[in-house]
């Protein structure tokens, strides 16, 4: 036959297998689809990005139950739900053969009102109805029924936390569990902040600091350079977060905090017309800062806009300053950094800016006082790590 005959033989063999490869997988593709329900296959919709795995009884998935009931379990794989059609027995879901693990969006594009109760804990057992007061999920443990889209934990934690936030008094021994260890609490050096007046201002250093929106407190410091510490929350729920920041003023115990007053007013004035005690942010971040920076921050980017009027002060500027920060902390930052001890161009003295919590919003400052009254620290609150 020769060489070339032989290859000739040896290619149409090749072919041959290549096409019997191709008539098996569009085989198993048309049997997929038969065993697909029709919506399925038609419109298949993704209702929750990223959902999981979900195991679900074949009698659901092939059409000849209907949904009946959905709990939650401790899962290493998935998200932990597990749904039965009214037609399983236990006999039924007792053989692993007659359940599937399938994308949760599966079982939505099936039963979409399952998306409503997604976001319920783990232990959760609910029974599903469909009857003409329209479709719903009744706790099997508790009896009540559950008509309304259950929030994600970080939004329902994220509201109770708006609640909290911005009392005039808190008891001492919150603040010492922000600033103690454990599994979800880590204190963090941020760097060193220089106060060369003794004034101190509390500000969005990109949309506020050296305008006349940011809060100068109406208590002063001794003229020094003090640490800052932040409270980092690492939680299962939002993930990394800085629940609160505080400047270091002494050494002592603080016995008591009270909400740092803006400058020419007293506690005594707060509820006044026009008398606030917080500070806005709306760049997601907060410092602290002397009087005298501030004002020289204020006249930096004065000029830096001059000289840069299509440029972002935080992409063009703050930016890469955060990444190094990020590159030399990286265990307690997010991507992109959490913190910066900022030297400013012309003093080459620092302010420590963070990232406030859970973002944007009004925050207040408190003052730790020590048993003669004196401040020991200054810590400002961003979150409630109990929430989270």
Known sequence: MGFFGKRKT??????????????KTEKRK????????????????????GAGGTIVSKSILNGTARLKWLFRQESEYGNGWVAFGDSDTQEYVNDANNMSFVDFNTLANIEPAVVFVFYMPVGSDLEFRSDQTGKYFVDAQTGEEI?????????????????FLNQEIY?????????????????VRAGEADFPTGEVVLADPIAYLGSPYEMVLDKRILAGSYPVELSVCLSWIAGLRIAAARLLIRPGQAVHYEIAMPKGNKREDLGKPG???VFGVDTGLACFADGR???????????????HPEKNKYTD???????KSYEACPEFQNQGGSFLEWKLPESGQRAVLFSSG??????????GLDTAGEPVCLTVLFMNPEYF
């Open 358 to 367: 859970m973002g944007d919003g009004i925050y207040s400052g408190y003052w």
């Open 171 to 187: 008891p001492a021994d919150f603040f010492e569990m922000l600033f103690t260890e454990n599994k979800k609490i880590k204190v």
């Open 275 to 277: 008398v606030f005690s």
């Open 147 to 163: 008509r309304d889209t259950v929030q994600h934990p970080a939004q329902a934690a994220f509201e109770q936390n708006l609640k």
């Open 30 to 49: 048309e049997e997929k689809a038969e065993k697909m329900p029709e919506k399925e296959q038609k419109d298949w919709k993704v209702y929750i990005e």
């Open 317 to 323: 500027y703050f930016a890469d300053l955060f990444q």
């Open 10 to 23: 040896e290619k149409r063999k090749e072919e041959k297998a290549e096409k019997r490869k191709e008539e």
């Open 293 to 307: 920076l501030a004002q020289e921050c204020g006249a930096f980017f004065e000029k830096w806009r001059k000289d």
